[in-house]
């Protein structure tokens, strides 16, 4: 009995404590709130700043504002349906509590006890009051009972409808809006009063996180998400299923991924909208709650260097209309001769045999009705509507028009994408993500962009044969026409390039000038597993997207048939600039408050993340790099990108002293099947770039006269030239070891002889890899000469040791001559006298008149 009334006193005594406690906080809280249910001043809280981003240089870039994107609206102008979506989402019992729910406070309480997830406990009405009063990014318990307090003095001072009136416009919907209405004009191109159930689903989904249930971004998360509010609305009796279904539909149907609002937004000065945009989209990843990047009064200090950005800008605008310029006047030329000559025969033929699929008139003149109609009259339909109220015209009309304009300029209209990462830092020093960034394009082509790499994507298997130990610099390799066969026995015959084959060719050479058929037989050489490892770790693309990438066992592959974007391409060039380091490119450096204080330093992060990598963030040998940036080098000098950068000329400089420099500089082109996309990738010790142009849509033919080498070539010459300027001389870093410099025969890629006179080069080799025979094919020629052409002939067979012996082996061989003639290079199959295996041996026919 004691013991009972000694746990009983203990237990009163307890909730005594407990009960002055909460008293004393409640007290506490009264007196820091003056009349709360009498005041005017209710919502008034921090006012909005706008967020700032510099430059690298601390050069103001843009400011993100606020009020922007925040537009009111009245409940009563609100479909059912977006309040049944909302309510079905985040509070089924918003009518019922006051303001809170025992449980559910419990339920988070314990949650954050126990660390571990356990779902929401805000109700409608303490989410708005954390909004306005608390920081919702605090993950704490003072922060729970501050808002807590708050819902209660909101619910005794509002009703019910103006809680969620006052919600619905000052809620956070994601991508900057603010408000229902707000941000159905963003995401659907509409206001909040023609919302349809599953955009409603949309929009409520964003509240949880806004950033990866974006419909933009991360359509498949919203996609699902949306999925689960239209099931919660079925199930409260909201909605029908065959209505939920019609819905769903019928958004993503005509759902477009491009479209993006236009509001005053677009209309801020900017001096780099492109890079700003793809910052703006880093920082809603980064920032969450009350403190976003519209209101808190941020600083941003960037990666940007506003002289590459603004040469970039003008140097890809220039190069877009002048491909757009040779683009129409071509296909117009097709077009017009096309008309003129097999028109009126088809027409002719579709009448006199009564073929009408054949008719060609009507279908070319509804083409033309289109073309106009897109191009000049929605423009004016569209205007008019504005200016005289007709949404609903625009709505069924211009809507309509605009996205068949869409459709239209994303087969006729070339863009183009340009990104510049400095190579040792990751910088992001330049994005163009387009043509003119507005609010009908804002795809950042540069970082987002999907694209077959075509030829520029060779580089990054070439490194892999380099350490395979069954190719070098020097190796020989024959460019002739070659049937592959697959793993399925089909049969795979790569051309080169206009379909010039220049037979026997060393490796070096064949990637410096793009031929194919040599790189398919590199690829073929160290296999398919090596060459899609290789290229993969350099680019940065996970083992789970190679194969919709399409990294497969694919002979098409060797020639850049795979999917990346221009912003992977620049991080794997960028490696072989950094001696083989992995480089990842940043655009936030840090973001300081409004009172100067850091909040953020994502660099630090990311060199904190990259030392704990060790030795795992060499993705390739220094001496790897070197070698294959000193191939890359000559692409530069006598290759495909030899004319956009001057044979190099175009990188000379004047120093301080007033002494001239030229600074190195390596890169590839890339111009894929039929002529869709053309690309340049190169760089010097400072800084890579990688440039791309081509069709949104992709089937388009950009023509034969605009190609890696003379479209996106000249357009990375010229930006380079400016971006590389400010920089003082430096030569590609050489490992201290590993690599060895070496003199070799330019025909045989062996050790010269005095008989290869001046056909030498020096290359660059890693060590133990060298060749260390001595050349032979020029002694041939000298002794084939002596013994006249007439002789050979006659005796039909010519026996020789060692003949390019690191192509052939040291056997002895024979080979035929009868197939000689006034050709540069010709070659025929030999059988060896000991093993019956055939090779192929080049022969050069002008040796006959040394």
Not at 58 to 87: C, V, W, Y
Not at 105 to 116: D, E
Not at 222 to 237: D, N, T, Y
């Amino acid at each position: 009995m004691v013991k009972i009334k000694a746990r009983t006193t203990i237990l009163l005594s307890i909730t005594l404590f407990c009960s002055l406690l909460f008293g004393a906080i409640l007290g506490l809280m009264l007196a820091l709130t003056v009349n709360t249910i009498n005041t005017e001043n209710f919502t008034e809280f921090t006012a909005a700043l706008p967020t700032k981003l510099l430059d690298i240089n601390g050069e103001l870039i843009t400011e993100f504002a606020s009020d922007e994107k925040r537009e009111i609206i009245s409940l009563t102008n609100l479909p059912q349906h977006m309040i049944d979506a909302l309510i079905s989402r985040e509070d089924r019992v918003f009518y019922e509590h006051n303001g809170f729910r025992l449980m559910t406070i419990f339920r988070a309480f314990l949650g954050v006890i126990t660390n571990v997830n356990l779902g929401g406990g805000s109700t409608l009405t303490q989410q708005i009051a954390g909004t306005l009063y608390c920081d919702r990014t605090e993950k704490s318990l003072s922060r729970k009972i501050k808002e807590l307090w708050w819902a209660i003095q909101m619910e005794r001072r509002y009703s019910k409808d103006e809680i969620l009136e006052f919600y619905l416009n000052k809620i956070y919907f994601g991508s900057g809006t603010y408000g229902v209405n707000a941000a159905s004009k963003y995401y659907f191109g509409h206001d909040a009063t023609q919302i349809t159930p599953a955009e409603a689903a949309i929009l409520v989904v964003q509240l949880s996180s806004p950033v990866y249930n974006n419909p933009f971004e991360y359509p498949n998360s919203a996609m699902e998400k949306q999925k689960g509010v239209l099931a919660e609305m079925v199930s409260a009796g909201y909605l029908t299923q065959e209505a939920a279904t019609a819905s769903f539909d019928d958004f993503w149907a005509n759902f477009d991924y491009t479209r993006i609002n236009s509001s005053a937004y677009l209309m801020r000065e900017d001096k780099a909208p492109w890079f700003s945009e793809y910052v703006r989209r880093e920082l809603n990843t980064m920032l969450y709650g009350t403190d976003d990047i519209y209101t808190s009064g941020f600083t941003v200090n960037t990666t940007l260097n506003l002289k590459h950005q603004l040469a970039a800008q003008e140097v890809m605008n220039k190069h877009i209309d002048r491909a757009n310029e040779s683009y129409q006047r071509s296909s117009n030329l097709s077009k017009s001769s096309a008309t003129d000559t097999y028109i009126p025969m088809t027409e002719l033929i579709s009448l006199v045999f009564n073929l009408p699929q054949l008719k060609q008139t009507e279908e070319n003149y509804k083409e033309k009705a289109v073309a106009t109609y897109v191009k000049e009259i929605n423009p004016i339909v569209d205007i008019m509507s504005l200016m005289c109220g007709f949404e609903d015209l625009k709505l069924s009309v211009v809507n309509k028009g605009n996205a068949q304009q869409k459709e239209y300029e994303s087969k006729t209209v070339i863009e183009g994408a340009l990104i510049s990462v400095e190579n040792e830092t990751g910088y992001i020093t330049a994005i163009v993500g387009g043509r003119e960034y507005s609010s009908n394009n804002q795809l950042i082509r540069a970082t987002q962009a999907l694209i077959q790499p075509g030829s520029s994507f060779k580089p990054l298997y070439y490194s892999a044969a380099l350490d395979s130990g069954l190719f070098t610099p020097a190796s020989v390799l024959v460019d002739t026409p070659t049937v592959f066969y697959t793993e399925d026995g089909r049969p795979y015959i790569p051309l080169n390039f206009r379909n010039v084959w220049e037979g026997s060719v060393l490796l070096w050479y064949a990637l410096a000038t793009s031929m194919n058929v040599p790189s398919v037989k590199v690829m073929d050489g160290i296999g398919f597993d090596a060459a899609i490892e290789r290229a993969t770790a350099l680019l940065g693309i996970p083992q789970t997207d190679w194969e919709k990438r399409g990294f497969n066992h694919s002979y098409p592959l060797a020639l850049g048939v795979c999917s990346v974007r221009p912003i992977e391409m620049a991080k794997a060039f960028a490696t072989f600039g950094n001696q083989g380091k992995s480089v990842d490119p940043i655009a936030v450096l840090s973001i300081e408050d409004r009172n100067g204080k850091e909040i953020l330093n994502p660099e630090k992060e990311l060199r904190l993340k990259q030392q704990a990598m060790g030795d795992a963030r060499q993705v390739i040998s220094p001496q790897n790099a070197y070698v294959m940036t000193s191939i890359l080098q000559k692409t530069v000098t006598i290759g495909t990108l030899a004319r956009g950068s001057n044979y190099g000329l175009r990188f000379k400089y004047t120093a301080e002293d007033g002494s001239s420099y030229t600074m190195p500089a390596a890169g590839k082109t890339g111009t894929t099947d039929n002529w869709s996309d053309a690309w340049a990738v190169g760089f010097t010790p400072y800084i890579t770039t990688a440039i791309w142009f081509g069709f949104d849509t992709p089937g388009q033919s950009l023509g034969t006269e605009l190609t890696g080498s003379t479209l996106s070539g000249w357009a990375w010459g010229e930006y380079m030239r400016i971006a590389n300027e400010d920089y003082p001389y430096k030569e590609f870093p050489m490992p201290e070891s590993g690599v060895t410099t070496l003199t070799v025969c330019s025909k045989s890629g062996l050790l010269p002889t005095e008989a290869c006179g001046k056909s030498t080069l020096k290359l660059y080799f890693i060590s133990g890899t060298e060749p260390t025979e001595s050349c032979q094919y020029h002694t041939i020629r000298q002794t084939s000469s002596a013994i006249g052409i007439e002789r050979l002939k006659k005796e039909r067979t010519y026996t020789s040791a060692g003949f390019e012996s690191s192509f052939i082996g040291d056997t002895p061989l024979e080979f035929n001559l009868d197939f000689l003639t006034d050709d540069k290079l010709l070659y025929a199959p030999v059988e060896t006298t000991e093993n019956n295996t055939q090779v192929e041996i080049p022969v050069d026919s002008n040796f006959l008149l040394d």
